[in-house]
């Protein structure tokens, strides 16, 4: 079965350091989504790509987060600086609109000490 | 704004009962509308998806309605066993808009 890769599983940091996430999509899915997903807040949406475009941000904070398409093999999300209330699981999902539900990934864990 | 409620944040049932999960939405026309199921430490995993045309999709024991006029979701599990124990999402998608979802609602069922 295909799959959405998520690198890197686990990631501690301090407070203030670069964090990079990377999501490998599923080849020939147009439609890449960045999830933020927490206790409290449930699955939120950061970002959303369509045909490597970025089409909507809003759910991002723009002064510390920032999501990329460089091909179409790899979405990137980082973070800088990073702070304690960024700690979470971050989801990437990739997909064909209105064919069949999305891919997720495994996650990457967060913890920002 | 857009806002998606799931009834519960859980659901206890017995083993063999029906499951009915609810989704409610406002201020949203979806063109799709999905379900996702959750396990811990996992993301989730692609159910079902019913568009907007359609009433009612099945696939085995699952089985999803939609009634864009009264703007809710209902999700059955029917013949429930301890294995669909997780946490099942309602997620609504615009076609050219993004993929929101609901906060969830934990089952378990019981032997």
């Known amino acids: 079965d295909a799959r959405v890769t998520q690198t890197p599983r686990h990631k501690v940091t301090e407070m203030g350091q670069e964090v990079t996430m990377r999501c490998q999509p599923i080849l020939g899915h147009n439609t890449v989504f960045w999830y933020r997903q927490t206790m409290m807040q449930g699955l939120e949406l950061l970002a959303y790509?369509?045909?490597?475009?970025?089409?909507?941000d809003s759910g991002m904070p723009k002064d510390r987060f920032s999501a990329e398409m460089p091909d179409a093999t790899l979405a990137t999300l980082k973070i800088q600086p990073s702070e304690p209330r960024d700690s979470a699981v971050y989801f990437c999902?990739?997909?064909?609109?209105?064919?069949?539900?999305?891919?997720f990934g495994s996650g990457t864990r967060l913890t920002v000490v | 704004s857009q806002k998606i409620e799931q009834n519960s944040e859980a659901l206890n049932i017995q083993e063999g009962k029906t499951a009915t999960l609810t989704c409610n939405y406002t201020n949203y026309s979806p063109a799709y509308l999905q379900w996702y199921r959750q396990d811990p430490g996992r993301g989730p995993v692609f159910l079902l998806l019913?568009?907007?045309?359609?009433k009612e999709k099945r696939k085995e024991r699952l089985k999803v309605t939609f009634d864009t006029t009264l703007k809710q979701s209902l999700f059955h599990i029917t013949a429930s066993q301890p294995a669909d124990s997780a946490t099942y999402l309602c997620?609504?998608?615009?076609?050219?808009?993004?993929?929101?979802f609901g906060k969830g609602t934990r089952l378990s069922v019981i032997a």
């Open positions: 999902a990739s997909g064909l609109v209105g064919v069949y539900g999305y891919t």
């Open positions: 997620a609504l998608d615009g076609g050219n808009t993004p993929l929101v």
């Open positions: 790509f369509r045909n490597r475009a970025p089409l909507d």
């Open positions: 019913i568009r907007e045309n359609e």
